[in-house]
């Protein structure tokens, strides 16, 4: 499922998560072409990394997700390599595809679980903006709901 390179293959998805563009079905065809690509380094040396130009690639950041994996557990954008594949895969409308990759680890299933209702809305967008727009209401839901004090913008009604 995963090939090791040493070089980042020209026209693939780069998953970045500095890219200003969010992941959507709309590059499927474009990762079916030319690939996937997800770089394994330390989040201390990510920004540095992806601060240098990878240019000839198609740059998408993950949308809002947690991590499941034991060194990150519950934080949000902090994911394994593993974890933004398969998340990749999930947005781009491979869910079987993703579900396989996570399976090979004992907590993998647990990133579905945990992360599945959000998936599931941005593999239903079809543009960056719609994934973006998801993203943003579920952000909102979850700061409104994080407090118990009532804030700016956030519905005091309760909803069925």
């Known amino acids: 499922?995963?090939?090791?390179?040493?070089?980042?293959?020209?026209?693939?998805?780069?998953?970045?998560?500095?890219?200003p563009v969010t992941l959507s079905r709309?590059?499927?065809?474009?990762?079916?072409?030319?690939?996937?690509?997800?770089?394994?380094?330390s989040w201390?040396?990510?920004?540095a990394i992806f601060k240098r130009t990878f240019g000839r690639t198609v740059q998408r950041r993950i949308p809002w997700t947690v991590a499941t994996n034991p060194v990150n557990y519950g934080?949000?954008?902090?994911?394994?390599?593993?974890?933004?594949?398969?998340?990749?895969?999930?947005?781009?409308g491979f869910r079987q595809r993703s579900d396989e990759l996570l399976n090979k680890f004992k907590w993998g299933?647990?990133?579905t679980v945990l992360n599945g209702e959000l998936l599931e809305l941005y593999s239903e967008a079809n543009a960056s903006q719609g994934v973006e727009e998801a993203e943003r209401k579920a952000l909102e839901r979850l700061r409104c709901q994080g407090s118990r004090k009532p804030k700016q913008g956030c519905s005091t009604r309760r909803s069925a």
Do not use: H, W
């Open 109 to 111: 299933p647990y990133f």
């Open 26 to 41: 709309q590059d499927a065809a474009q990762a079916i072409a030319r690939g996937i690509t997800a770089l394994d380094c």
């Open 44 to 47: 201390k040396n990510a920004q």
């Open 75 to 92: 934080k949000p954008y902090e994911l394994s390599t593993v974890e933004a594949l398969a998340a990749a895969l999930y947005v781009l």
């Open 1 to 19: 499922m995963v090939t090791a390179v040493r070089r980042i293959p020209r026209g693939s998805v780069l998953l970045d998560p500095y890219a």
